[in-house]
């Protein structure tokens, strides 16, 4: 017994069996026509759906088509050629012919000096005003660098002045003392807010210059002559122009107190030492204040 041998063929129609046909056997016999027929369509059929795209990662071919979404719509649905131009056309809106390829608006702006205020006004029309109204009222009353002297319209210097708390009610919810903290000349730090570097600081809180401590010391300077002493490194000199000053020392053989200076031998004088200064200067750069490396610009921000 063996399988018929079967082409992928579509036939119009299939062979009925008549009750005069003869009953005739093999491949090409009546009684196996039906089922060579159908069989045929069967492959034929097959091969036509392996042409097919996939259904996963599909890659299409000729002109598929698919409903056009509304431009409401925000998910994962197709976008046809006829949604996109739309959503285009919407955004060109009223723009002249002129204009509405970027081609012709990159000509136009390297032609028109005012055209970037048309397109920033016809942009503005097409943003989200909530948002925007909100960006802007959140920096509101933030200081920010500005190269200029003259503030321009719409904005406020941090120059410690008071402001009308009814003119800037937004800029009164930030400050609500009415006055702006005085910026000129200072730096601005990131509160501590519990991390416990620079504690005990509350928000908008002046603080005064300081440096750490600096400290040292010298022991047995007793004469003048002491050759070290002009050898003196860092921010320690001795000062020539004040020399022999006298000293008060205990005199350990007696309960008295002995005025006077130790020479080399032990004996006793009144002018054996020299005064020794501190002075940074001859170790960094000093100035009236404790400042890093800055560049000065004017603090100002949005007021409203």
């Given at each position: 017994?063996?399988n018929l041998?079967?082409?992928p063929?579509w036939?119009e129609g299939?062979?009925q069996l008549?009750?005069s ?5 093999g491949?090409d016999?009546?009684d ?5 027929q159908l069989?045929?369509r069967t492959e034929y059929l097959?091969?036509?759906?392996e042409k ?9 071919t ?6 056009t ?8 649905t197709?976008a046809t ?5 739309a959503?285009?056309a ?11 390829t970027?081609?012709e608006i990159a000509?136009a702006?390297g032609?028109?000096?005012?055209i ?8 503005a029309?097409?943003?989200n005003?909530t948002?925007?109204?909100?960006l ?10 500005y190269?200029l002297?003259?503030?321009?319209s ?6 410690g002045?008071?402001?009308n708390?009814?003119?800037y009610?937004?800029l ?7 006055v702006?903290?005085?910026?000129r ?11 416990g570097?620079?504690?005990?600081r ?5 603080q005064?210059d ?5 400290t040292?010391?010298l022991?047995d300077i007793?004469y003048q ?9 860092g921010a ?5 122009t004040?020399?022999n000053l006298?000293?008060?020392a ?5 309960s008295?107190d ?5 020479g ?7 002018k ?5 200064n501190l002075?940074a ?6 100035a009236?204040?404790?400042r890093p490396?800055?560049?000065a ?8």
């Open positions: 017994m063996a041998i079967l082409t063929e036939t299939i062979y008549e009750t046909d003869l009953i005739i056997g491949p016999g009546v196996n026509r039906q089922a060579i069989g045929k097959k091969q036509e759906v097919c795209a996939p259904s996963a990662s599909p890659a299409f000729g002109t598929p088509t698919a409903p979404a509304s431009q409401t719509v925000n998910d994962t197709i050629t006829a949604f996109v131009k959503a285009i919407d955004l060109v809106g009223s723009a002249p012919a002129t204009l509405d970027l081609a000509t702006l032609n028109d000096g005012k970037k205020e048309v397109l920033l006004a016809e942009i029309k097409k943003a005003a948002d925007f109204t909100t802007k009222e959140l920096l509101i009353g933030i200081p920010f660098p190269p002297a003259a503030v321009p719409g904005c406020l210097a941090f120059n002045q008071a402001f708390k009814a003119t009610p937004i009164a919810q930030k400050y609500p003392s009415g702006l903290p005085d910026l000349g200072e730096f601005i730090r990131g509160w501590g807010n519990g991390r570097v620079d504690a005990g509350g928000l908008l809180s002046a005064g300081a440096i750490r401590n600096i040292g010391w022991s007793l002559d002491v050759s070290f002493l002009d050898n003196a490194d320690l000199r001795r000062d020539k004040i020399v006298s000293y008060s205990y005199n350990s053989g007696s008295t002995v005025s006077g200076s130790m080399i031998q032990g004996g006793y004088s009144t054996t030492g020299d005064r020794i002075d200067s001859l170790v960094v750069p000093t009236d204040e404790n490396r800055n560049i610009f004017q603090y100002i921000c949005l007021a409203k």
